[in-house]
């Protein structure tokens, strides 16, 4: 049997350990997805965002409860958007809802209000109690006479739980301190 060289012997060492493939470092893996975590919970935020609308300015409020997740309802000048699909808008002759009654306004929400509710027949207990659930989104300019039309069109659907989406002022101290 042959003598090999301290070169072969060197190279064949060399190309059996790259045969052998690499092993994965779950260490470094387990590194990383621990600083992920805690990343994700020191800013996790309170703060819920209905909906990113830069046309409207919402009223001022210092309501400490935040709203939950449900149909919403949002308001400008010219049009009226339910789960951000429109259902009204300001007609070329003029007709707007600042009017008294809008009968086919109401009508037309009626109609909305009642295809949203067919499409979830199962109620929670809260929900048989106080009634569906809704969230109006309107500028702080929308006169009360459209709130009103909307809400009672709401209750006459079954969405009793009404909310106000509204811009939380910050409380104010009394000077103390």
């Known amino acids: ?36 975590v805690f990343f994700l919970i020191v800013n996790q935020s309170e703060v819920r965002i209905l909906q990113n609308i830069e046309k409207i300015s ?5 309501a400490d409860v935040l709203p939950v ?6 308001v400008f000048t010219d049009t009226v958007l339910v789960q951000e699909r429109p259902i009204w808008q300001k007609s070329a002759d003029g007709i707007d809802l600042t009017e008294q009654q ?11 209000l ?15 109690q106080n009634g569906r659930a809704v969230t109006i989104i309107g500028d702080a300019s929308t006169p009360y006479v459209v709130l009103k039309q909307i809400m ?6 079954g969405y009793r739980d009404i909310s106000l989406a509204v811009e939380q002022q910050a409380k104010q101290t009394n000077g103390e301190g």
């Open 1 to 36: 049997m042959m003598k090999q060289s301290a070169r072969s012997r060197r190279l064949a060492k060399h190309h059996k350990r790259l045969k052998a493939g690499s092993k994965l470092n779950l260490v470094a893996l387990m590194d990383i997805f621990t600083i992920l």
């Open 58 to 62: 919402l009223p001022v409020s210092v």
């Open 69 to 74: 997740e449900n149909l919403v309802i949002t």
């Open 102 to 112: 809008n009968p086919e306004f109401i009508s037309t929400l009626t109609t909305e």
């Open 114 to 128: 009642t295809y949203q509710a067919s499409k979830r027949t199962e109620l929670s207990e809260t929900e048989q």
């Open 152 to 157: 009672t069109a709401c209750a006459a659907t």
